[in-house]
């Protein structure tokens, strides 16, 4: 289902700054960051991702998503994107896909003996057609706690939360991520993951997955993003994501 889709995009967004260099997490991985937009500055993310699931596959995009710095350590997010879903004996379907709002608010700034901490609660509007599989039916929300530390050319981030969905046969469920990145010399960060997430619907059975993936910084404003990822447990999922991204 496209459901599962938009809450894997809910997991994702910003950056690490470091000399010469910006290092991402959020976009193009699923675990997030702690770090929201500088103060008065936007991001912009243009992208599309699939899943593929069994006979089926679910791909977002093209898909939008723009972050505000609105006030000190705060980000405010906005997502929204069309959405395709077929396979499973069912025709393909495309149409707008459901709305995304969430709060980036970092609560605790990196030291040498502390990480970075940040909470990022979100709420998923039902504006895709549920019928078609393009949306959940109902608004669900997310509640996660993201943590980053910085040694030297290596960004660690971790964390997770819990997902909360009334549709009918979904499930509420926890998921977490821990995510290595290096930046590979001026232009380059590269980096791995181990994502999980429980059982989402009536039927599944969860998954984690390793995923890898990584940046190409034209400028200080403007990056090439792509990952690809298979699960190692659990259902079967293959994710991909490209993407670019503007800041200014």
Same mark, same amino acid.
């Given at each position: 289902?496209? $459901?599962?889709?938009?809450?894997?995009?809910?997991?994702?967004?910003?950056?690490?700054?470091?000399?010469?260099?910006?290092?991402?997490?959020?976009?193009?991985?699923?675990?997030?960051?702690?770090?929201?937009?500088? @103060?008065?500055?936007?991001?912009?993310?243009?992208?599309?991702?699939?899943?593929?699931?069994?006979?089926? @596959?679910?791909? /977002? +995009?093209?898909?939008?998503?723009?972050?505000?710095?609105?006030?000190?350590?705060?980000?405010?997010?906005?997502?929204?994107?069309?959405?395709?879903?077929?396979?499973?004996?069912?025709?393909?379907?495309? $149409?707008?896909?459901?709305?995304?709002?969430?709060?980036?608010?970092?609560?605790?700034?990196?030291?040498?003996?502390?990480?970075?901490?940040?909470?990022?609660?979100?709420?998923?509007?039902?504006?895709?057609?549920?019928?078609?599989?393009? !949306?959940?039916?109902?608004?669900?929300? *997310?509640?996660?706690?993201?943590?980053?530390?910085?040694?030297?050319?290596?960004?660690?981030?971790?964390? $997770?939360?819990?997902?909360? /969905?009334?549709?009918? !046969?979904?499930?509420? @469920?926890?998921?977490? =991520?821990?995510?290595?990145?290096?930046?590979?010399?001026? *232009?380059?960060?590269? =980096?791995?993951?181990?994502?999980?997430? $429980?059982?989402?619907?009536?039927?599944?059975?969860?998954?984690?997955?390793?995923?890898? !993936?990584?940046? @190409?910084?034209?400028?200080? *404003?403007?990056?090439?993003?792509?990952?690809?990822?298979?699960?190692?447990? +659990?259902?079967?999922?293959?994710?991909?994501?490209?993407?670019?991204?503007?800041?200014?």
């Amino acid at each position: 289902m496209i $459901g599962k889709v938009s809450k894997i995009l809910l997991l994702a967004v910003c950056l690490n700054l470091v000399p010469a260099l910006r290092t991402f997490a959020g976009p193009p991985f699923l675990t997030d960051d702690p770090d929201p937009t500088d @103060y008065q500055h936007f991001e912009a993310y243009f992208f599309t991702t699939g899943d593929h699931v069994g006979n089926s @596959y679910n791909i /977002n +995009g093209p898909a939008a998503e723009l972050d505000y710095g609105a006030f000190p350590d705060t980000q405010l997010t906005f997502d929204i994107g069309v959405a395709t879903a077929a396979g499973g004996g069912l025709p393909s379907a495309s $149409g707008f896909g459901d709305l995304a709002f969430s709060v980036k608010y970092r609560f605790l700034h990196e030291t040498n003996g502390w990480p970075e901490l940040a909470v990022f609660p979100g709420l998923t509007l039902p504006s895709g057609d549920a019928n078609r599989d393009l !949306g959940n039916g109902r608004p669900t929300y *997310h509640l996660p706690l993201w943590a980053q530390k910085s040694f030297v050319s290596w960004t660690v981030d971790a964390g $997770g939360g819990v997902f909360l /969905n009334p549709a009918p !046969g979904e499930r509420d @469920y926890p998921y977490g =991520g821990l995510l290595l990145q290096r930046d590979c010399g001026k *232009h380059l960060s590269l =980096g791995g993951e181990l994502f999980a997430q $429980g059982q989402d619907a009536d039927g599944d059975h969860g998954y984690a997955a390793l995923n890898f !993936g990584g940046s @190409y910084h034209f400028s200080d *404003h403007f990056s090439l993003q792509a990952s690809a990822g298979r699960s190692v447990i +659990g259902d079967k999922h293959t994710l991909w994501y490209f993407g670019l991204y503007w800041t200014w």
